[in-house]
């Protein structure tokens, strides 16, 4: 419970003015009843119309984070708002109403691998209206060219390059003009220039559409180009947030460690172990 | 138009589904379909019914009118009463009808027949719940041999 | 000693969570009110997978045990002179047990694995977890119309089934072996009872389409996303399935038959 005071009173005030879409409070999360403690005592303010973005070593359940907020998993303490809406509290109906002002590109795109590009994108607005087809097309043409893939409609998704394909998702997330949208690692496996199209793309949406973004990465430089806000989570808590100039200048050894990709810190080079000496000298007295 | 050929597909599908069903229930299973219209019921008691089972047909010249529905024992003298679902397309039995257990073949099944007794304005005819007094046991084989064995001792 | 109560302990836990996910799972998938406009193209697509492809090999084996069973018959019924009981002896092993059972069996290895794979495929390429934040109850999506296809199609199947299997006895007894026609017929006609065994027939058919169609889309909806999750799910849906189908005929036949 110390740790959880502490983030707590460690709760961002730089930008409490600003109107925070998702509100984060004091969550503890674990995986399998406990065995695997992966939050303790979480706390964030995601800013509307903002990119916020999420970063932290692999492994530290970042896609998990968005899960939370997404209600596809429970924290076993806390809570998250959407919107003013307590989405754990809310029954299945609502929740499922409630996901539609959400939306999430998942790493591997999830699109769905037995319809075509276009039909991927239709998908959503098919299944939440009974718009007809002609007015569809346009909405998807529209989201298409938003992405630059008008002219890959007809393709399946096997077809596409990883790039495209990534594109292709967040052609679908942004079908239902959502409030939210939060990207699960969307540079990882990419190459430097789709990496470099899908950093333009998370901008100008967010400008355009007036989204607001969480963006969870490891991928440090790309994300602090674009970020109006970062968070770093490490050892199952926030350890550091501000906005980009701030946290450069962070002289807090983890958050100067993960910045530049130091090998050896606050964060271990080693999985703990006993020490070397005790292990391959030990084997022999147990023998 | 892909979606049609799946509907289409679909539809034989079923279509096939429905014709292996009337084949099943007109050329596999019995169609003249006793005990499944409007039925009544007559009761008949027997000193011995051999392998009479429920659902052994009931049969008027081998022709089959019911099924046995029910057998139990009643009476002081524990009877077997045997209980028979007769179809109402045959309704017009006198009361002077006999019932006796038979066998169809050797090894065969065995079944109830029902010989009609005669008809004039002195009999009633047996309506649904009665009783039918003039019976014929089955044939037990060891009984059959004992007799035999008997009267061979008596010559 | 204790290691081991407490691992007993677990995996029991475990089952009952498994089986009251399976139960949920069902419950949601199946419980609300449907919206028949967009379902029906969904259960007509998966009626096709699930139905329409497995009819062959369902009346190609249905031909060969009706053949099978019309030789062994024979030769067995032929010794106490009673070759004319091979009418209702193909008829009745075949409605009665072969077809629902045979069906069943089938259906859990063509299309059971199938419909486990394909939802564990969907749920580790995170399609299932992209419908849910798309606010698309995958239960009902993706669940609910195969559920509905398996559950119609079997009955169909089975009944297919044994027709062939009966024309396939008919076949090797009369065509070949030279048991009289009229008394293969009339022998099967007498014996062969509408309610007693057709009926029977696919009522248990309906519950191995029940039991096998549930087991196949619990075990994909719940199975570990990886390449060795699917694929232990996909084994682990014929096994289980085939197992609740074969003790359950026991069962439904002492219900039914005993």
């Known amino acids: ?287 | 138009m892909e979606s049609r050929n799946t509907q289409l597909a679909v539809g034989f599908f079923v279509i096939i589904g429905v014709l292996a069903l009337l084949f099943l229930g007109l050329q596999a299973a019995n169609t003249s379909v006793v005990t499944n219209g409007e039925t009544y019921k007559l009761y008949a008691k027997f000193d011995n019914i051999g392998g009479l089972k429920e659902r052994s047909p009931v049969k008027v010249g081998g022709v089959v009118v019911g099924r046995v529905s029910k057998i139990s024992l009643s009476g002081d003298y524990y009877e077997p009463l045997v209980e028979m679902t007769i179809s109402t397309e045959y309704s017009e039995f006198s009361d002077t009808t006999s019932v006796s257990i038979l066998t169809s073949g050797l090894l065969g099944e065995q079944y109830i027949g029902l010989n009609p007794g005669f008809i004039d304005e002195t009999v009633e005819m047996l309506k649904d719940g009665d009783q039918i007094y003039d019976t014929k046991s089955a044939l037990v084989l060891e009984d059959l041999i004992g007799q035999f064995l008997f009267s061979q001792g008596n010559d | 000693m204790l290691d081991r109560v407490a691992a007993l302990g677990r995996t029991t836990l475990d089952t009952i969570a498994g089986a009251g996910a399976a139960f949920f799972m069902l419950l949601r998938a199946l419980v609300g009110k449907p919206n028949l406009r967009k379902s029906w193209p969904l259960l007509m697509q998966q009626m096709y997978s699930v139905g329409v492809l497995s009819l062959v090999i369902i009346v190609v084996s249905g031909l060969f045990i009706g053949m099978v069973l019309g030789l062994q018959g024979y030769t067995i019924l032929v010794d106490f002179g009673a070759e004319q009981s091979l009418g209702p002896m193909v008829a009745l092993s075949l409605l009665r047990e072969l077809g629902p059972v045979v069906t069943a069996l089938l259906f859990a290895g063509r299309a059971g694995s199938a419909l486990t794979a394909e939802i564990g495929l969907m749920k580790a390429t995170e399609q299932l977890s992209s419908l849910e934040m798309m606010g698309v109850d995958p239960l009902r999506r993706v669940i609910s119309p195969r559920f509905w296809a398996g559950f119609y199609s079997m009955p169909i199947l089975a009944m297919v089934f044994s027709a062939v299997g009966i024309y396939g006895g008919y076949l090797v007894g009369v065509r070949w072996l030279g048991v009289d026609d009229g008394a293969f017929w009339s022998v099967m006609q007498s014996n062969v009872e509408w309610g007693q065994d057709i009926v029977n027939g696919i009522i248990k058919s309906l519950v191995f389409a029940f039991v096998v169609t549930w087991i196949a889309l619990h075990k994909g909806y719940s199975c570990t996303p990886t390449s060795v999750g699917i694929s232990r799910a996909t084994t682990s849906t014929v096994v289980t399935a085939s197992l609740a189908v074969l003790g359950l005929d026991f069962v439904l036949t002492a219900l039914m038959f005993g």
């Open chain 1, 1 to 287: 419970m110390q740790t959880a005071q502490n983030s707590t009173s460690t709760q961002p005030q730089t930008h409490a003015e600003d109107e925070a879409l998702v509100v984060i409070d004091n969550i503890d999360f674990a995986h399998g009843f406990g065995a695997h403690q992966v939050y303790r005592g979480l706390s964030m303010r995601i800013p509307k119309g903002k990119i916020t973005a999420v970063m932290g070593p692999s492994g530290i359940g970042k896609t998990t984070l968005l899960r939370l907020i997404g209600a596809q998993l429970r924290p076993q303490q806390g809570s998250i708002t959407f919107a003013g809406e307590n989405i754990h509290a809310l029954g299945r109906s609502d929740l499922y109403e409630l996901r539609k002002r959400m939306s999430m590109l998942f790493q591997s795109g999830a699109l769905f691998t037995d319809m075509t590009v276009y039909d991927n994108i239709a998908f959503p607005i098919r299944e939440h209206s009974y718009l007809p087809e002609e007015i569809i097309e346009t909405i998807v043409k529209l989201k298409l060219e938003a992405v630059g893939l008008r002219g890959a409609r007809h393709l399946m998704p096997a077809e596409l390059s990883g790039g495209m394909a990534r594109r292709a998702a967040l052609a679908r997330s942004i079908a239902l003009d959502p409030e939210l949208i939060m990207y699960d690692e969307p540079f990882a496996g990419q190459d430097p220039i789709s990496m470099g199209v899908i950093v333009k793309l998370i901008k100008e949406l967010n400008q355009s559409l007036g989204l607001t973004s969480i963006v969870v990465t490891h991928d440090v430089a790309e994300v602090m180009t674009i970020a109006d806000y970062v968070y770093i989570i490490a050892d199952k808590k926030v350890v550091g947030h501000g906005t980009p100039s701030q946290l450069e200048s962070s002289d807090d050894p983890l958050v100067h460690q993960f910045l530049h990709g130091e090998a050896d810190g606050p964060v271990p080079f080693h999985y703990a172990a006993p020490p070397l000496e005790d292990e391959l000298l030990g084997g022999n007295n147990a023998g």
